[in-house]
């Protein structure tokens, strides 16, 4: 069973459109971060959300953590082909090694111009 | 550039031969990791290692062998591997210290075929 399931798995789309990608667990989690991964490439951290609601902003992008810390989600405004890439949620369940996160699937996000 | 570098990039080998990954960390860090990305599967955590001690084992099987001679240096021996080991192996670190925005840095991956 997938601790941390990630929707949707595919997703392409014209530059400028908005997107929404979620991370969905039956589990509480301490912390919640996601990565974007480009291909060829390591993933790299995007933000880390610990506060149950808490919304952060990185540009154009939106995460929000859920009220009982058991899921998030990421949302793109006016998408851009630099946002192609594979995204990562990854969630630990107690205060340890940021390493011992559990990941999701991923969402590999397409952006045509 | 994020402090963790991977060598080689690409590795083909066959079942029978030995090689070794390696995988440096200029962050001075304290935790370092394995982890294997196959295609339409999450990443599986594999080795943990903090302050050169093995700390998790994840039911990984023998033919992987990792050591650590060092908070900065990770290596992953090979040898004897399967087809079905052919992925994307990535190593990454982190301070080690268990609080809950730690953040996690990832090597660029070597990615084995094995035939």
């Known amino acids: 069973t997938q601790l941390l399931e990630q929707s949707p798995q595919f997703l392409s789309i014209q530059e400028g459109e908005n997107l929404t990608v979620y991370c969905n667990s039956s589990?509480?989690?301490?912390?919640l971060q996601w990565y974007r991964q480009e291909p060829g490439e390591g993933p790299v951290l995007l933000v880390t959300?610990?506060?149950?609601?808490e919304v952060k902003k990185l540009k154009r992008l939106t995460f929000q953590f859920g009220d009982a810390r058991k899921d998030s989600s990421l949302h793109i405004t006016a998408a851009q082909p630099g946002d192609t890439g594979l995204y990562l949620c990854a969630g630990l369940l107690s205060n340890t090694n940021a390493g011992k996160s559990t990941f999701g699937d991923g969402t590999t996000l397409t952006v045509k111009p | 550039e994020t402090g963790v570098t991977q060598t080689p990039r690409h590795l083909v080998m066959g079942m029978t031969n030995k090689k070794s990954l390696k995988c440096e960390q200029h962050?001075?860090?304290?935790?370092m990791y394995w982890y294997k990305q196959s295609a339409k599967k999450p990443l599986e955590l594999m080795f943990v290692?903090?302050?050169?001690?093995?700390?998790e084992n994840n039911s990984v099987p023998s033919r992987f062998s990792p050591e650590c001679p060092n908070s900065s240096h990770l290596f992953l021996h090979l040898h004897t591997l399967q087809p079905e080991d052919s992925a994307l192996y990535l190593c990454?670190?982190?301070?080690?210290?268990?609080?809950?925005?730690?953040?996690?840095?990832f090597g660029s991956g070597t990615q084995l075929s094995v035939l």
């Open positions: 589990s509480v989690f301490s912390s």
């Open positions: 959300v610990v506060t149950g609601g």
């Open positions: 290692y903090n302050f050169k001690e093995q700390t």
């Open positions: 962050l001075g860090h304290n935790a």
């Open positions: 990454a670190s982190s301070l080690g210290q268990g609080i809950r925005n730690e953040k996690l840095f």
